[in-house]
């Protein structure tokens, strides 16, 4: 699968190179917000999380190189706060873990030292920190004076940079990215069940999957699945508690908070989703491999084992590019043998009854923010306004990995006939950031181990929710005693000795 994510992640780096440059031409004369006909040469200081030999090149590509064709006079310096390349190759002692950056305390650095950057560009759960440390710009005041216009612009988007503002615009991106809940029309049809629609909550989609799976072994049809590829049951809860935006352990790591009544109708939920049968298990797809294999076909199969696209799922949960591979598979059907392609649609993702508006599949990471210390603040907007302009939009919109911003321009891939606004009609989940503890104390993950086995041992129904959920609290607290006063884990001698808990 992740081979799989670095081919997308390659194709999506180079898709701007091919354009022309009579395009490029006529794109710079109508973006730029004016003819700069200064010959003062001035240095526009960009700040990246993450530097290296790499991730220059793939960012002066996709942002600044059209900005330098219209701005002679306009040096840029992209200065990444954590240099990738450092990462990549130290060597590392196994029995002294190198302790990992913290990324916010690294782009703080960055905007406060001697040569602060002009402008930042940062992921969501950066935002809203650097607007309570007052380390951005307000953009209001500049969008009201030079009367930008962000009507146009997709209300998730908006809603989402300001909730993390506190009301007020400290940054703006020209793409994001966003997942729906992919539906086979068919299978419903077939069934006699309505499909699924916008924001409906996870007990309702549940309910319908429950509907539409039918038959038995290699011929069963299932209702639903977490995301394209076969995932274990354990992973799949995780997904489900954090779409409901339950916590593992405490924002300390201290103490696990698994032990309770929401966790227990997560797994009670999903268990049963295994159980009976409404999922695909493990089980299901070995039999199809090992018939692949026997067939020897194992090695041809061009949808890597997707069982949505092969008609085997009436709904899964995948993100925008995933329509571009369904457009493949269809352009392609005639190639493929016994292959029909999907008839889909897309509704947005399920929700929680708790927060309705909100989904965990809006991803805003491209966000760009004017440094409060910023040495050339003047040019710092101007290129914000480029890069978020109509022009800039229209060029973008092309793509097929990503969504553009500006709403005139969101238009379906293909000239297919689809529930666009399933992409955008749900507000970002709250900005959290997760790896904390996981950069603080590098062997918290083990605490996480003992839901593995206590999982399976529920679907198996070996135990209760609540009994294995309190067993794998009793062990994970373990753990987080453990390093509590030794969070790198050095000179431990080893791993943390997970003990059973008492009978």
């Not at 930042?120 to 440390?133: A, E, F, K, P, S």
């Not at 352990?249 to 409404?278: C, F, H, P, R």
């Amino acid at each position: 699968m992740n081979n799989k994510r670095l081919s997308g992640m390659r194709i999506r780096k180079f898709t701007l190179v091919s354009l022309t440059l009579a395009l490029l031409i006529g794109l710079l004369a109508a973006c730029s917000s004016g003819s700069d006909s200064s010959t003062e040469k001035r240095v526009l200081r960009i700040g990246v999380l993450y530097g290296g030999s790499d991730n220059e090149p793939y960012f002066r590509q996709q942002y600044t190189d059209m900005y330098e064709m219209s701005h002679p006079n306009i040096e840029f310096q992209i200065v990444g706060a954590i240099n990738y390349d450092d990462q990549r190759f130290e060597q590392q002692d196994p029995s002294k873990p190198t302790p990992q950056p913290d990324p916010y305390e690294k782009m703080k650095e960055m905007m406060t030292g001697a040569n602060p950057v002009d402008l930042v560009v940062l992921d969501y759960n950066l935002l809203r920190r650097m607007t309570q440390d007052n380390l951005l710009q307000p953009l209001d005041p500049l969008v009201a004076q030079d009367k930008f216009d962000l009507s146009d612009y997709v209300p998730t988007v908006i809603e989402g940079i300001k909730a993390a503002g506190d009301g007020g615009l400290y940054a703006l991106t020209p793409t994001f990215n966003s997942s729906a809940l992919y539906y086979n029309k068919k299978m419903f049809a077939d069934a006699g069940v309505t499909p699924p629609t916008n924001k409906m909550e996870w007990s309702e989609v549940l309910n319908l999957a429950r509907q539409v799976a039918k038959g038995e072994g290699e011929d069963r049809k299932f209702g639903f699945s977490f995301n394209r590829w076969s995932s274990d049951g354990f992973s799949n809860a995780q997904s489900y508690s954090q779409a409901l935006q339950l916590k593992m352990w405490d924002d300390k790591g201290e103490k696990m908070l698994v032990n309770s009544d929401q966790w227990e109708d997560v797994w009670n939920t999903v268990a049963s989703l295994y159980q009976e049968e409404i999922i695909p298990t493990q089980e299901y797809m070995n039999k199809i491999y090992e018939k692949q294999s026997a067939e020897g076909g194992g090695g041809n199969d061009p949808f890597y084992g997707d069982l949505f696209i092969k008609g085997k799922i009436a709904m899964t949960i995948g993100d925008y590019g995933y329509i571009n591979e369904l457009k493949r598979a269809a352009d392609n059907a005639s190639k493929i043998k016994d292959f029909e392609p999907v008839d889909w649609d897309v509704v947005t993702v399920p929700v929680s009854p708790s927060d309705p508006e909100v989904g965990s599949s809006i991803f805003l990471s491209q966000l760009m923010g004017i440094n409060n210390k910023a040495q050339n603040d003047k040019d710092a907007w101007d290129f914000i306004k480029f890069s978020n302009s109509k022009e800039w939009a229209k060029l973008k919109s092309r793509s097929l990995y990503e969504m553009v911003a500006r709403k005139e321009f969101l238009t379906p891939i293909g000239g297919l006939q689809y529930n666009i606004d399933a992409f955008t009609s749900l507000k970002p989940m709250p900005a959290v950031d997760n790896e904390k503890i996981f950069r603080e104390k590098p062997g918290v993950w083990e605490a996480q181990q003992p839901g593995y086995e206590m999982f399976q041992a529920v679907i198996e129904k070996k135990k209760s929710a609540r009994e294995a959920l309190a067993e794998w609290e009793t062990r994970g607290n373990a753990v987080l005693e453990k390093i509590k006063n030794n969070p790198t884990g050095e000179g431990s001698g080893g791993g943390v000795e997970i003990m059973p808990m008492p009978r």
